[in-house]
């Protein structure tokens, strides 16, 4: 097929904080070297921020570096942390406070701004446009452009396809944009970054990456209940109850909102556990009811999130491009935080991608760019809690907390020794007649909701006749094997009511059913799917959640 082309010195997927921070930063460094560049950020959300979701207390460390002057440019951090409370919830009606004394350090939030990352990333979109950077939202980043063995840049979605494939009126063939680099920066499980994993062996000799879903609301709510700045994190119930780690937050922003939400490991073992249906649940404890009760929720959302850690980290570089940020998995679980690490892989790659173009090269693999990641902050900071993670998976919340403790309040330093988690998470289902069955109190539209009138205040829109961006290698799978088994898990883990088990019009028995439009683009089916059967990729650009403020 002919398709449109256009060139670029730099190419970025993904309007996030690791893009945008590379797109400015290289834009920052050819402007001091008076050389000019062609940069351009491809988007696949309606606009810049759309599909950006994030807990998010944020530490404005790689900012610093990237804007020293961010707070006389207008950076939408308003809210700084004045109090942090950790509370371990024993059952659904009691809790206890954790003394500071007694909380691993990476979790005080002493400096650090309570914040929308999605807001932020629209204020990064602006200084780079400002600074000469192209940002193209709503185009669908759908193939990689590989010759030779290198990649070239990427194609982007067709758009006006029908859901049997053929051209609707108004129909547009993808483009090529074609790049020097490409840096991928979709965030956790890319669907790029994903096959250049694969296709490049990335990830030879690192434990299988790991991750959680977080699912989150905004609040309106009672002014006199409001304290901004507050920062709550929970453990334990609901999630240990059902045989999970994770944990939960609430967090207090300006203008009378909060954030709650609730993250749960995808390593989970009981196919009966739903996501979100601990997550309403958890609103009905006293410790966090009370924040919202006699509020309106007005947003939510929900992401994958990638975990692993140190230990998971693949290679980050290839021929013809990096692979950065949560694409990669730089989020220090330790911390809770993603956004900054996310930002210096940013700007490690935009520093290593400027050399090599001024040194005249083009499509060769940027080999510096590991040196540049292993003398920087942010590879320590990685490396220091490479125990964090498995930790938890092994041992449990209590134990696993208990360790990073040890490790950060006590030893000042790592163990000297790693642990290690290579069960992939989609690998640790047990069968569901061997799990305890859940039962979840129905929603009071007050405090808890359902998945449909959730999906509603997420924005989230697909122009429906299209084809279906989940894809199943074996459309028989989830009734002939994934129902018996594990009572189909994809009807629970998914938190907008994607996929569901129906009965067949034909009288023929039971079907698998997918409601492609109410995709929030979270990838956990891609991650939890105990069969690997489902592989999501890009809907048409512009399609799915357009989340405000969050």
């Not at 944009?177 to 991928?184: G, H, P, V």
């Not at 919202?292 to 959302?301: D, F, I, Q």
Request: hydrophobic share 35%; with cysteine.
């Amino acid at each position: 097929m002919e398709r449109e082309s256009m060139e670029f010195d730099v190419l970025i997927v993904g309007g996030g904080p690791a893009g945008l921070s590379a797109a400015c930063r290289v834009m920052q460094m050819a402007q001091e070297a008076e050389q000019e560049l062609t940069v351009c950020v491809v988007e696949k959300g309606s606009e810049i921020g759309a599909h950006i979701l994030a807990g998010t207390v944020f530490e404005p460390t790689a900012l610093n570096e990237l804007f020293p002057d961010w707070k006389e440019k207008g950076a939408p951090l308003n809210t700084p942390v004045t109090r942090d409370d950790i509370f371990l919830l024993k059952n659904q009606e009691n809790a206890t406070r954790i003394p500071n004394a007694f909380v691993p350090k990476n979790m005080h939030n002493h400096g650090n701004y309570i914040i929308s990352l999605g807001n932020l990333c629209r204020w990064l979109a602006e200084q780079a446009e400002g600074l000469g950077v192209e940002v193209y939202p709503g185009f669908a980043a759908a193939e990689t452009i590989v010759e030779d063995g290198q990649v070239k840049g990427i194609i982007t979605g067709d758009m006006g396809v029908a859901r049997d494939g053929s051209e609707k009126d108004g129909y547009m063939p993808g483009m090529e944009l074609r790049a020097k680099y490409t840096l991928f920066t979709e965030g956790c499980r890319g669907h790029l970054g994903k096959r250049l994993i694969n296709d490049f062996k990335l990830d030879e000799g690192k434990d299988p990456q790991h991750y959680g879903i977080g699912i989150k609301e905004l609040w309106d709510i009672d002014p006199a209940k409001h304290e901004p700045g507050l920062v709550i994190h929970t453990t334990g119930w609901p999630l240990n109850e059902s045989g999970s780690t994770g944990g939960t937050f609430l967090y207090h922003l300006e203008g009378g909102q909060v954030y709650v939400g609730l993250i749960a490991d995808l390593s989970y073992s009981n196919p009966h556990l739903s996501p979100f249906d601990e997550f309403q649940r958890l609103k009905l404890h006293p410790e966090i009811r009370k924040h919202l009760e006699g509020g309106k929720r007005v947003a939510y959302g929900a992401r994958a999130i990638t975990k692993g850690g140190f230990n998971c980290l693949p290679k980050m570089s290839f021929p013809g491009g990096l692979l950065l940020g949560c694409d990669a998995g730089t989020l220090n679980g330790s911390k809770i935080k993603g956004s900054h690490t996310a930002m210096k892989s940013g700007l490690l790659g935009a520093e290593a991608v400027f050399e090599a173009l001024k040194d005249g090269r083009s499509g060769e693999e940027i080999t510096s760019f590991e040196d540049r990641f292993k003398d920087s902050w942010l590879y320590k900071e990685l490396y220091d809690e490479r125990n964090f993670g498995p930790a938890m998976h092994k041992f449990g919340n209590f134990v696993g907390g208990a360790i990073a403790y040890f490790e950060q309040n006590i030893l000042h330093r790592s163990l000297p020794f790693t642990f290690h988690d290579t069960t992939p998470d989609y690998a640790t289902l047990k069968p569901a007649d061997q799990a305890k069955k859940i039962d979840y109190p129905r929603p009071d539209n007050k405090l808890t909701f359902d998945k449909l009138s959730s999906v509603f205040i997420s924005n989230t829109n697909h122009e429906e006749d299209q084809p279906i961006h989940l894809k199943l290698a074996d459309p028989d799978i989830p009734i002939k094997e994934n129902l018996p088994k594990y009572n189909e898990p994809a009807q629970r883990y998914c938190p907008a009511g994607v996929y569901e088990v129906v009965d067949a019009e034909d009288g023929s028995g039971k079907k698998f059913q997918i409601n492609a439009q109410n995709c929030v683009h979270c990838k956990t089916c891609d991650i939890k799917d105990p069969a690997q059967n489902i592989t999501w990729v890009t809907p048409e650009g512009g399609g799915g959640p357009n989340y405000p403020n969050m």
